[in-house]
């Protein structure tokens, strides 16, 4: 089960906390919570937020994805499990069992996994499928997950660019109506205030959630598909018949330094 991120839900909440202490916060009279009325405003809130992602749904299939992608900001306070270890123990421990008993017992191994994508790989080898033809049936899936992750990241980039653009309509619109009632002068300040909000709303929808969570979606995508790399690596590797060693420093090698150690400790066999 995956645990809550608490760097993101930390990040969403203390930026929105940072946000409004600047806009109530004032060196004179402290904290003034009535100025926050100031950035209160309805048709700017509906030009904007409204406008972005009605626009946003447009451009979707159906309004179902639409629906889908918004529920993917859930993903982003969801920890991923650092597994690279894991999985790179797990090939370790299937070739040595290859190297023992031969590719068939790899079938029997393959029940006890709950990795998908591994446990696909290893009944390609055991069907003793043509090492080119698994490579590309697995690099086949490979790309179409990147490519499901990567429409729903275009998803929260496009309402990260849509967010602005609204504002800045919203904007024209008030001095529009603004330069239209120039004779009384004293309404030129609070009419300006009203049409820079939408503005306000536009980048406060792109920085404080589109942009965080683009970027979030993207940094567990190739995390998850340098994994599957991985995977693809050993499991060829594993059909070749490859020493465990050799085939264990190879996929140590997709590894940042200090995460190596950890890896092949419980390697049986094989000799350097």
Not at 36 to 61: H, K, R, V, W, Y
Not at 231 to 259: C, D, H, M, W, Y
């Amino acid at each position: 089960m995956k645990s809550l991120d608490i760097a993101s839900l930390l990040g969403v909440i203390l930026s929105f906390v940072l946000m409004i202490f600047g806009i109530v916060y004032d060196k004179q009279a402290g904290l003034v919570f009535s100025n926050i009325q100031s950035f209160i405003d309805i048709p700017s809130i509906l030009i904007t937020f409204g406008g972005a992602f009605m626009s946003n749904m447009a451009q979707q299939e159906s309004i179902g994805v639409f629906l889908s992608n918004l529920k993917s900001f859930g993903l982003i306070m969801k920890v991923t499990p650092s597994s690279e270890g894991k999985t790179i123990q797990t090939i370790i421990d299937l070739s040595n069992t290859a190297r023992k008993e031969g590719l068939l017992a790899l079938e029997e191994a393959a029940g006890d996994l709950d990795d998908d994508f591994l446990k696909k790989g290893i009944l390609l080898v055991v069907d003793g499928t043509d090492p080119e033809l698994v490579r590309n049936i697995m690099e086949t899936e490979l790309s179409s997950i990147e490519e499901r992750h990567k429409k729903i990241i275009g998803f929260w980039e496009g309402l990260g660019a849509s967010g602005p653009a609204w504002g800045m309509i919203g904007t024209l619109i008030g001095l529009i109506n603004m330069l239209k009632n120039l004779q009384d002068v004293s309404t030129v300040g609070p009419a300006m205030a009203v049409a820079l909000v939408t503005t306000f709303y536009g980048s406060v929808l792109a920085n404080w959630i589109c942009i965080p969570v683009a970027s979030k979606l993207k940094a567990n995508n190739a995390k998850e598909i340098m994994m599957k790399e991985v995977t693809v690596e050993g499991l060829l590797s594993i059909q070749a018949g490859e020493n465990p060693r050799v085939i264990e420093e190879k996929l140590k090698s997709f590894l940042a330094p200090s995460a190596r150690a950890t890896v092949g400790e419980q390697t049986e066999g094989g000799e350097a």
